[in-house]
């Protein structure tokens, strides 16, 4: 069973929560590629929990394997560090090493939950969610229990049923000018990010489909798909 709580934005600041009495401390390690926000959940999380030690806050896979503290109890991951290494993999070696883990991300597509619960993770957070959900699911993922939100919980019953995966409005954008047949570059000068970020949502776009069972690895076929969802309208 899940361990379900409301999902809310909150600031993090004003979050408290009851600590339990642990003999030893939970020994947490912290991965996010996002060195604002790593910053600030190491210095909440420090701040919040008295049973949890933070001993390791990096920005990159290899640097949590080579760090001292290696291996630790439960790691919080972030899901897209985009170093281009599989999750399930990530996931697979913390297993092997005895630790625990829990993943963040930006985004919610039940696709993406399954398939990091399958992979052995104990644990799928929304970066969106109340800050406070980190403590509780940290402490799940310890005792051996999973935890999702009471959000993500719904989207999982209620399944995709085969359909298109669910895109943000940028990931429309992005997947309607490739697939008109624009290059990256010019995707990006139009729609006022970076060509690297443009691949980023190109990226994310695929292995939303990919999740829902459709393959768009080529550009003829993410055009078909543009076309076939009303993303993109068919011309002669």
Known sequence: MHRQQEATVTN????????PSRENPIRLALVDDHRMLLGALTEWIRGAADDINMVAAVTTWPELLTHPEFPVDVVLLDLDLKDNIPVSL???TLKTAGVKTVLMSTYSEPGLVREALAAGALGYLVKSEEAGMIVDAIRAAFDGESYISAELDEALSAGTGGGSPRL???ERRVMALY??????KAVAHQLGISEETAKSYLKRIREKYRLAGFDVGTKVALRKRAIHDGIL???D
């Open 168 to 170: 943000s409005a940028q």
């Open 90 to 92: 990530k996931i697979s």
């Open 179 to 184: 697939g008109a047949g624009e290059p990256v």
């Open 233 to 235: 309208l068919q011309t």
């Open 12 to 19: 993090i600041s004003t979050t408290t929560r009851v600590v």
